[in-house]
């Protein structure tokens, strides 16, 4: 995100490519963003930018000419400003008409052939501007240019309920700080080795009193003694020298004719550097730090995932790597939809064939049980025809009831039952009482079996 040192490099590149050259015609807008329009029209006109904080204020200036304007109703007299807030990702970029960013959502012609074009590039779309606009009441001073206007700003408001806060989250607080952002306080914090969640005012209370002491001091008209600056950098003076730093470095990323920005990475001391602890504040910005957090640290809050640094480019891809990125969603969608279908096939058929043995055993079970007593009922009556007559009715007796065993015991397995009938429930007695009276006492199987093999 633009800080206020690359918004203040925003202006100077803005002054230094547009220096002498001559716009004209009307701004235009892109489609798709939802500022509002600038109404300004001019057939010749100029471009000069300042900044404060976080804000960049373009203006266009008409350049008169003794020739009577064309359309007076039309046409711009006056200079009109334009107050810019750059939000994630905006940056402004002078290129030739043909080579226009696709992301540039407003725009400013030159007169000259071909023509060039000066435009605000917002990729993310969370940047604004304002036509005839000023700087924004509830921003304080600027920390970089404005520094004791600032600095009295802070230490005379500090019962204010901003400073209730920690002083990492303060430091967030444009109404104070107007210019300080993530990886500014990352920096200042590191250096003066304060805990990123103490409390604010705990911090700059002594910053206060000393400021109170030296006043007393110059109403005594006592010999000066040492300064702020002589007593070492102190929090609210380091707001203002690192961000300059910066700005003699050439800025975050910022300038877009500079690809190479190894000086600021080697200059950062705590954000992003591998070894800091990170913590994320309760308004959900990660902080990097290194030591204690402090007391009022977020409780159950986690370090998020560390990202690796990557190199910025130009992400306008062309139409053929597109149709082939395409390509490869496509075909690698095709390979894992069938290759679910070919399993579930598999597994239906797997299904039907380990049904089918144990329905298979079931049955043979049953055909075997029926065939036994059937074979077993050929070979008794076999037998009985050659055994005495008063033997032959402990065998019958015996088959029947092998017989009717081999049924319950296919009724059981099967689920049903045979069905009792009042004709059945006679003929069933009339065998029992048969076989009770002509037969001895109910003997085992084995006994049953043996006897027969006795006989023979």
Same mark, same amino acid.
């Given at each position: 995100?633009?800080?206020?040192?690359?918004?203040?490099?925003?202006?100077?590149?803005?002054?230094?490519?547009?220096?002498?050259?001559?716009?004209?015609?009307?701004?235009?807008?892109?489609?798709?963003?939802?500022?509002?329009?600038?109404?300004?029209?001019?057939?010749?006109?100029?471009?000069?930018?300042?900044?404060?904080?976080?804000?960049?204020?373009?203006?266009?200036?008409?350049?008169?000419?003794?020739?009577?304007?064309?359309?007076?109703?039309?046409?711009?007299?006056?200079?009109?400003?334009?107050?810019?807030?750059?939000?994630?990702?905006?940056?402004?970029?002078?290129?030739?008409?043909?080579?226009?960013?696709?992301?540039?959502?407003?725009?400013?012609?030159?007169?000259?052939?071909?023509?060039?074009?000066?435009?605000?590039?917002?990729?993310?779309?969370?940047?604004?501007?304002?036509?005839?606009?000023?700087?924004?009441?509830?921003?304080?001073?600027?920390?970089?240019?404005?520094?004791?206007?600032?600095?009295?700003?802070?230490?005379?408001?500090?019962?204010?309920?901003?400073?209730?806060?920690?002083?990492?989250?303060?430091?967030?607080?444009?109404?104070?700080?107007?210019?300080?952002?993530?990886?500014?306080?990352?920096?200042?914090?590191?250096?003066?080795?304060?805990?990123?969640?103490?409390?604010?005012?705990?911090?700059?209370?002594?910053?206060?009193?000393?400021?109170?002491?030296?006043?007393?001091?110059?109403?005594?008209?006592?010999?000066?003694?040492?300064?702020?600056?002589?007593?070492?950098?102190?929090?609210?003076?380091?707001?203002?020298?690192?961000?300059?730093?910066?700005?003699?470095?050439?800025?975050?990323?910022?300038?877009?004719?500079?690809?190479?920005?190894?000086?600021?990475?080697?200059?950062?001391?705590?954000?992003?550097?591998?070894?800091?602890?990170?913590?994320?504040?309760?308004?959900?910005?990660?902080?990097?730090?290194?030591?204690?957090?402090?007391?009022?640290?977020?409780?159950?809050?986690?370090?998020?995932?560390?990202?690796?640094?990557?190199?910025?480019?130009?992400?306008?891809?062309?139409?053929?790597?597109?149709?082939?990125?395409?390509?490869?969603?496509?075909?690698?969608?095709?390979?894992?939809?069938?290759?679910?279908?070919?399993?579930?096939?598999?597994?239906?058929?797997?299904?039907? $064939?380990? %049904? @089918?043995? !144990?329905?298979?055993? =079931?049955? &043979?079970?049953? +055909?075997?049980?029926?065939? #036994?007593?059937?074979?077993?009922?050929?070979?008794?009556?076999?037998?009985?025809?050659?055994?005495?007559?008063?033997?032959?009715?402990?065998?019958?007796?015996? $088959?029947? %009831? @092998?017989? !009717?065993?081999?049924? =319950?015991? &296919?009724?059981? +397995?099967?689920?049903?039952? #045979?069905?009792?009938?009042?004709?059945?429930?006679?003929?069933?007695?009339?065998?029992?009482?048969?076989?009770?009276?002509?037969?001895?006492?109910?003997?085992?199987?084995?006994?049953?079996?043996?006897?027969?093999?006795?006989?023979?």
């Amino acid at each position: 995100m633009p800080e206020g040192p690359e918004l203040h490099l925003a202006s100077l590149y803005v002054n230094r490519m547009c220096e002498g050259v001559v716009f004209s015609g009307a701004v235009q807008k892109s489609e798709v963003s939802k500022n509002p329009e600038v109404p300004f029209a001019c057939n010749a006109y100029r471009v000069s930018a300042t900044s404060r904080g976080k804000e960049v204020r373009l203006t266009l200036t008409p350049i008169k000419s003794d020739e009577p304007p064309e359309t007076p109703e039309n046409q711009n007299q006056e200079p009109m400003d334009i107050v810019f807030r750059f939000g994630m990702s905006g940056f402004f970029r002078l290129t030739l008409e043909n080579e226009l960013h696709k992301h540039a959502h407003l725009r400013f012609y030159t007169c000259e052939k071909p023509r060039r074009v000066l435009s605000f590039v917002d990729v993310r779309r969370f940047g604004s501007w304002e036509p005839n606009g000023t700087w924004q009441a509830d921003r304080g001073p600027c920390i970089m240019f404005e520094y004791e206007s600032f600095r009295n700003n802070v230490l005379s408001n500090l019962e204010d309920k901003a400073f209730d806060r920690p002083i990492c989250e303060a430091l967030l607080n444009q109404k104070f700080f107007n210019g300080i952002g993530n990886y500014l306080r990352a920096e200042i914090l590191y250096r003066l080795n304060i805990p990123p969640f103490m409390k604010a005012r705990t911090v700059l209370e002594g910053l206060r009193s000393q400021r109170e002491e030296d006043e007393k001091e110059e109403l005594n008209s006592k010999p000066a003694g040492k300064t702020e600056r002589d007593c070492g950098p102190d929090l609210l003076s380091l707001c203002n020298a690192v961000p300059l730093e910066v700005v003699k470095l050439g800025g975050k990323g910022y300038d877009p004719q500079k690809e190479d920005y190894s000086d600021f990475e080697a200059w950062l001391q705590c954000y992003y550097v591998d070894g800091m602890k990170t913590l994320r504040d309760h308004n959900g910005r990660t902080m990097w730090f290194k030591g204690d957090p402090g007391a009022m640290a977020p409780k159950g809050s986690k370090s998020p995932k560390a990202k690796k640094r990557v190199k910025k480019e130009d992400h306008d891809h062309t139409d053929a790597e597109k149709a082939a990125k395409k390509k490869c969603s496509k075909s690698s969608t095709k390979e894992n939809t069938a290759k679910p279908e070919s399993g579930t096939k598999k597994a239906k058929v797997e299904r039907k $064939v380990s %049904r @089918r043995p !144990s329905v298979s055993k =079931r049955s &043979r079970s049953i +055909q075997a049980e029926e065939n #036994e007593g059937e074979e077993e009922v050929e070979v008794n009556h076999a037998k009985e025809n050659a055994k005495p007559k008063g033997r032959r009715k402990a065998s019958t007796s015996v $088959v029947l %009831r @092998r017989s !009717s065993s081999v049924r =319950r015991a &296919r009724g059981s +397995q099967s689920g049903r039952e #045979e069905p009792k009938t009042p004709q059945g429930n006679k003929r069933a007695t009339r065998r029992r009482k048969s076989s009770s009276a002509a037969e001895p006492p109910r003997r085992s199987r084995r006994a049953s079996r043996g006897s027969v093999r006795q006989s023979n």
